[in-house]
């Protein structure tokens, strides 16, 4: 965790000039825009710099983070390799009440781990003009007190996942969840890849989901165990994807700012790389259903067909160098996934007997 007492921090910006940002410099609260609608508007002044901490106002970034545990979840539920049987199943209400829980979780985890990035990342936001009026950057909250609150929204998940039927096979992927998640942050600093560290934290949700019905992947043969690798990387890879696109809203800000990422890094080819990209997540999708023993047609029409045709619709018409355009394609792409990954396995579910 970033030190707030750090006073000045150095950036080298793509013209060759030395950017000097003052990290722990409190700065003048910015009147918040009168807002006509939406959950914020309807709070009292004081706790919206709060909710903005947690991102309530945008729930694309919730589903973001739940997918992959639903994806766990069902998977587990859907495939005769990872349950007693090929004749058990898990109830739907069980699922439901699953996802319920993990939906209120992923809402608090995400909460937490906005706040933490908010404030370890205000010297930079100040410098993007889509990040600069969130709470830290802007003044509303200190660091110390968004680290504070980040802390305490942390707390609320844990207790979460002790309501969980199987807790202690939860632990080890969610611990590792956390202690990425806390790494991410730092990333656009050093490496052009923190799209890879984001998709490597989020994908280990996925063992969160199947964990929380007692499936452990270190108990897991061999080959189970390379099916779960296939759909954690494809995850990872889809990570990759979805947030290289959402970064290029900010291309030119982080140019001047000398932000790291892979739009950065892909600036001009981006879209061959999101075709590879594409291409290695289908084929991650298509190995774990061979792997696990998917022979219905929902997970292979659902899951690898869908996902296929909303990839290769997005390379070919998102406009990278118009920033609506991009967040646009952002928020199409996670719901359109998550829909047809998780619908598939959830066909799956229903087709067995």
């Keep these: ?39 914020l508007s309807s709070l009292p002044p004081s706790l919206v710099p709060y909710a903005e901490l947690l991102r309530l106002h945008q729930p694309a970034g919730v589903y973001a983070s739940l997918v992959p545990t639903l994806i766990g979840l069902f998977l587990a539920a859907a495939s005769p390799t ?15 009440t699953l996802s319920v829980t993990h939906t209120v979780g992923n809402t608090l985890l995400r909460g937490a781990a906005c706040a933490y990035n908010d404030a370890i990342d205000a010297p930079y936001d100040r410098l993007v003009a889509r990040c600069k009026s969130r709470p830290v950057a802007r003044g509303a909250v200190t660091s110390l007190q968004a680290h504070i609150f ?16 199987s807790p202690e096979t939860v632990a080890t992927p ?78 030119e800000d982080d140019l001047k700012a000398g932000i790291l990422s892979m739009a950065v890094l892909c600036h001009g080819r981006t879209k ?57 394609w952002f928020a199409r792409l996670l719901w359109w996934m998550g829909a047809c990954v998780v619908g598939g396995l959830a066909g799956e579910c229903w087709l067995r007997v």
Aim: include cysteine; charged fraction near 10%; charge should be positive.
């Design 174 to 251: 969610a611990a590792l969840l956390v202690a990425t998640m806390a790494i991410y942050p730092f990333c656009k600093r050093i490496t052009h890849f923190p799209q890879l560290v984001l998709g490597v934290s989020l994908a280990f949700a996925q063992a969160v989901g199947y964990g929380s019905l007692g499936v452990s992947f270190s108990n897991m043969d061999l080959p189970t165990q390379i099916g779960l690798g296939c759909l954690y990387v494809s995850y990872v890879v889809h990570t990759m994807i979805y947030d290289t696109v959402y970064a290029h809203q900010d291309l």
């Design 272 to 328: 061959i790389v999101l075709s590879g990209l594409a291409a290695v997540e289908v084929g991650l999708l298509a190995a774990t259903g061979w792997t696990l023993g998917f022979e219905g047609w929902s997970y292979w029409i659902g899951a690898v067909g869908g996902t296929a045709m909303a990839l290769g619709t997005m390379v070919r018409l998102v406009r990278l160098d118009e920033p609506r355009d991009c967040r646009m």
């Design 150 to 165: 980040a802390l305490f929204v942390f707390g609320l998940w844990i207790v979460t996942l002790f309501t969980l039927p």
């Design 82 to 96: 990872l349950t007693r049987s090929s004749t058990s199943r898990v109830s739907p209400l069980s699922l439901l």
């Design 1 to 39: 965790m970033a030190s707030t007492t750090t006073h000045l921090q150095h950036v080298i910006t793509s013209d060759k000039t030395t950017l000097k940002l003052n990290a722990a410099a409190s700065l003048p609260a910015v009147p918040i825009p009168a807002r006509k609608g939406g959950l």
